[in-house]
């Protein structure tokens, strides 16, 4: 990989040095965020299958109880018998945070005269089939709103594990060698830098030796030609 358009400066050498040791220390976190969310995601995951076959299981008895219940009632009379629920179901939706993600939870509040007594009509004209449908469809609401519950963290933790994989890959991946090849490259040209340096110093050094070297000539023969004339 290409290093980036830096200047070759010690500032700017511990500038990438500072900005390497950051992105390791994320890439880390990430890392260690990212296998958390794993974990707790499968964990979720197994959780929802269960309850999924579990509530399949149930509507599937509901749906057969109502069939029956229809071969034995008229439509007007199973349309009459639901006229007047005696529940009122309300949910009440708040949320708590697992590794940065705002999971949903769901609580279910019935109201009315008896909670225990979900039938919207008396029995004189309806048959048992139609009780044990509703009574099932009831019974299963919370094990539903709970589906619901599982199915939408699931959903918003596979969003938040992808994101973190992408910003794993881009530190992994193009930062940290970017970070990298930049510090190589400074470090290249200081020492070319200085091997340079050190060789104009010799050269400046050989210069006044010969230099020296030369006045000390020209002084020692100035006596000589005294001498001769």
């Known amino acids: 990989?290409?290093?980036?358009?830096?200047?070759?400066?010690?500032?700017?050498?511990?500038?990438?040095?500072?900005?390497?040791?950051?992105?390791?220390?994320?890439?880390?976190?990430?890392?260690?965020?990212?296998?958390?969310?794993?974990?707790?995601?499968?964990?979720?995951?197994?959780?929802?299958?269960?309850?999924?076959?579990e509530v399949e299981a149930e509507i599937k008895k509901a749906n057969k109880s109502f069939v029956l219940a229809g071969s034995q009632m008229s439509k007007e009379a199973v349309s009459v018998a639901f006229m007047a629920p005696k529940q009122e179901v309300s949910v009440d939706v708040s949320t708590r945070n697992v590794m940065s993600v705002e999971i949903p939870v769901f609580k279910t509040q019935f109201r009315g005269s008896d909670e225990g007594d979900f039938y919207p009509y008396g029995y004189a004209f309806t048959s048992a089939d139609l009780d044990e449908g509703v009574g099932t469809l009831s019974k299963l609401l919370p094990k539903l709103l709970k589906l619901a519950e599982s199915e939408k963290s699931c959903q918003l933790m596979a969003a938040e594990i992808e994101k973190t994989r992408r910003r794993v890959n881009a530190l992994e991946h193009v930062l940290i060698p970017q970070t990298q090849e930049n510090i190589r490259y400074i470090t290249m040209k200081l020492d070319e830098n200085e091997r340079s340096s050190q060789v104009r110093l010799m050269k400046v050094k050989d210069m006044m030796l010969e230099d020296a070297h030369h006045y000390k000539e020209r002084r020692d023969a100035e006596p000589l030609k005294e001498d001769v004339s």
């Open 1 to 53: 990989m290409a290093a980036s358009h830096v200047n070759p400066t010690r500032m700017e050498l511990t500038r990438q040095k500072k900005k390497l040791q950051t992105a390791l220390k994320g890439h880390k976190l990430l890392k260690d965020k990212r296998d958390e969310l794993m974990r707790s995601f499968l964990d979720l995951v197994r959780e929802d299958k269960i309850l999924r076959e």
